[in-house]
């Protein structure tokens, strides 16, 4: 296919899960169906892509790799989102993360897929759907790559806001915008807490091992899935209070689906959130370290945070878009 000409640059959010978490994974939703409330939020992976001057493809991420053909490339996602397209030769591509994306659990990897194929769309002169850009991101990540792992991911970076994802049986996902006020929306912008725990771990073990024990773990699954709807319910009722009392449920059944989603330390610092204010929260993404998400009364988001002053804080908000093209050269 012909290459672009013009640079062009995409913004695509990260996200934290709140409830259902795990039922969004094929091995569960082909069977029974999944249910996830999530959202995206306003920390950003924005992907360059420009014309480069020779044949070859190079592309910068935490490593450069220069080379003639998308075949050689080592970074998979770049490689099979180049194929996808059909795009050869005499491309730049260059991602930069406000958040480091490895082990965090804010869904960065999809994040990086869904903003790639965004920019590489827009420099072939094709726009796309949000639809689109999630399902082909579910194919190069889950078919293609096979990283394990569930869909709301791809979804909520493509489709941005707060959202009720249901996973169905055919494959098909419905996308549910969670209906809030505008006093709702800040109460849960205002209640919002992400502490950093200062650990990595691989998503991809935990998953594998959480994916082969599924079958004996099918009631918490249920459950799990049944918080979503409850959660969502909720926060359309701007019952935030209620919302984080269901997080915490659904945390201590997400703790029961495998080893490593949680430990000494991290049910430590979440015992201590909960003692200074913190209605509940959880571990995002798959569990073991990454980032701590709490939802807190917000006159005493002071005395959460003093109380785990050791961590690191990121200030968040829900983010209303998802990827985005905020940049198109001349």
């Known amino acids: ?109 999809s994040s990086f897929t869904v903003g790639l194929l965004n920019a590489l769309h827009a420099w072939l002169g094709e726009h796309v759907s949000a639809k689109q850009l999630a399902e082909e991101a579910c194919r190069i990540e889950r078919d293609i790559v096979k990283d394990p792992g569930g869909k709301q991911d791809q979804y909520i970076a493509a489709f941005g ?14 996308v549910n915008y969670v209906l809030m006020g505008d006093g709702g929306r800040h109460l849960l912008d205002d209640s919002l807490m992400l502490m950093y725990t200062g650990l990595t771990r691989s998503s991809s073990n935990i998953l594998k091992e959480q994916i082969a024990g599924m079958n004996d773990k099918l009631e918490y699954y249920s459950a799990i899935k049944d918080l979503a709807y409850s959660c969502f319910r909720k926060m359309e009722d701007s019952d935030i209070r209620e919302a984080g009392r269901l997080l915490d449920e659904g945390w201590e059944m997400k703790k029961k689906l495998g080893n490593g989603i949680s430990n000494e330390f991290i049910d430590g610092i979440y015992r201590r959130a909960k003692s200074a204010g913190a209605y509940g929260g959880k571990i995002t993404g798959a569990g073991g370290g990454g980032f701590l998400l709490l939802l807190a009364d917000p006159e005493k988001r002071k005395s959460v945070r003093k109380e785990l002053q050791d961590l690191a804080e990121q200030q968040i908000r829900v983010e209303t878009y998802g990827s985005r093209i905020v940049y198109v050269g001349e």
Do not use: C, W
């Not at 169905?168 to 419905?174: G, M, S, T």
């Open 1 to 109: 296919m012909q290459s672009g000409q013009r640079m062009i640059m995409s913004r695509t959010p990260l996200r934290v899960s709140f409830v259902g978490g795990g039922t969004d994974i094929r091995e569960y939703y082909s069977r029974h169906g999944g249910a996830v409330v999530t959202a995206a939020i306003n920390k950003y992976i924005h992907i360059i892509v420009n014309k480069k001057f020779d044949n070859k493809i190079r592309v910068s991420y935490s490593k450069t790799e220069i080379v003639s053909s998308p075949d050689e490339l080592a970074h998979p996602l770049v490689r099979e989102a180049l194929k996808l397209l059909d795009i050869t030769k005499s491309v730049e591509i260059l991602s930069i993360s406000d958040i480091p994306s490895e082990g965090t659990g804010l869904g960065s990897s």
């Open 161 to 174: 806001g707060l959202r009720l994802l249901e996973f169905l049986p055919d494959d098909d996902v419905r």
